[in-house]
C-alpha cells in the first residue's frame, strides 16, 4: 500500500496489481451507486402468425 500512495497522483481511479494483491483506490465511489444506463424495455412475445425462417440443422457424423 505504501507504495501505491505516492505512484498515481492527481488520478481519479487507480488499481495496483502485485501477485498475491489487487488494490484499487477511487477518489469517487464505484459501488452502491444507480446502474449508469437504464435497460430498455422488453420487447412483446412474437405472435405464431409471424412470418420467419425455420432453419434446420443435421449433426449426423
Not at 483506490?25 to 412475445?45: E, T
Request: aromatic letters at 8%; charged letters at 15%.
Amino acid at each position: 500500500i505504501r507504495e501505491a500512495q505516492g505512484c498515481c497522483d492527481g488520478d481519479i481511479d487507480v488499481a495496483v496489481m502485485f501477485p498475491a494483491c489487487f488494490i484499487r483506490y477511487s477518489n469517487v465511489s464505484f459501488y452502491n451507486d444507480p446502474p449508469a444506463i437504464s435497460l430498455p424495455a422488453a420487447l412483446p412475445p412474437s405472435s405464431a402468425s409471424s412470418p420467419g425462417t425455420t432453419v434446420l440443422l443435421n449433426n449426423e457424423l
